[in-house]
């Protein structure tokens, strides 16, 4: 399974945008980028996944150029509620198996007033 | 429906006490796992179990024994546990689609705490 890099924390405002970058340099060609959020006490939660491109839900957006050596998940407008860990995991699908996740460090975000 | 439940919320044992934590899906999800996390540290994988078998233990200490009683409930049973188990223990479910991607679903946790 691939590695992934993030920043440890970022810090960002009320009604601003924010971006994370993930490096996932080793990433193979089956395996799906996928971005968790967890808050204190609670189970993660799925954001997003993709494979190229850019994908958009209600909730996020994901961006991973030609090379898929890095995603960067953009949430728009942030809110205070959107001060947690986002974690960014690489694996592949496996066809009538389980989906081994590893988590890596993950990116503390905290959103101030 | 997409609510993974686990109880109990919080549990504080001792070291020679067994006990169990409980893990309940109806999403009709074909793998459950669980996870344990320490605080300020990502989750870790323990153990999973497709169809109701189990298919990956972490290499996992004996003191922990998980079961799969049916498809829709996971049990993780504990015996003489040490202080340094104590974290919140995290339960997911996912479908096991032959299409697409296999989207976890993760529960509350309990957090566990061994005196």
């Known amino acids: 399974l691939a590695k992934t890099t993030q920043p440890i924390s970022m810090d960002s405002y009320e009604g601003q945008e924010v971006n994370i970058t993930c490096s996932h340099n080793n990433i193979a060609t089956n395996d799906y980028i996928t971005w968790y959020q967890q808050f204190p006490s609670q189970g993660p939660r799925f954001i997003i996944q993709g494979y190229k491109t850019k994908v958009t839900n209600e909730v996020a957006s994901l961006f991973i150029p030609a090379d898929r050596k890095s995603s960067t998940l953009s949430l728009p407008r942030v809110s205070l509620s959107d001060t947690a860990v986002y974690y960014c995991l690489v694996g592949d699908k496996r066809i009538g198996g389980y989906n081994k996740l590893i988590f890596g460090a993950g990116t503390r975000l905290a959103v101030h007033p | 429906d997409t609510e993974v439940t686990q109880t109990p919320k919080h549990l504080v044992m001792g070291m020679t006490n067994k006990k169990s934590l409980k893990c309940e899906q109806h999403m009709g999800h074909r793998a459950m796992y669980w996870y344990k996390q320490k605080a300020k540290k990502p989750p870790e994988l323990m153990f999973v179990?497709?169809?109701?078998?189990?298919?990956i233990n972490e290499s996992v200490p004996s003191r922990f024994s998980p079961e799969c009683p049916n498809s829709s409930l996971l049990n993780l049973h504990l015996h003489a546990l040490q202080p340094e188990d104590s974290a919140l223990y995290l339960c997911?479910?996912?479908?096991?689609?032959?299409?697409?991607?296999?989207?976890?679903?993760f529960g509350p946790g309990t957090r566990l705490t061994v005196l």
């Open positions: 179990y497709s169809y109701e078998k189990l298919s």
């Open positions: 997911a479910s996912s479908a096991l689609l032959r299409e697409g991607t296999d989207t976890q679903y």
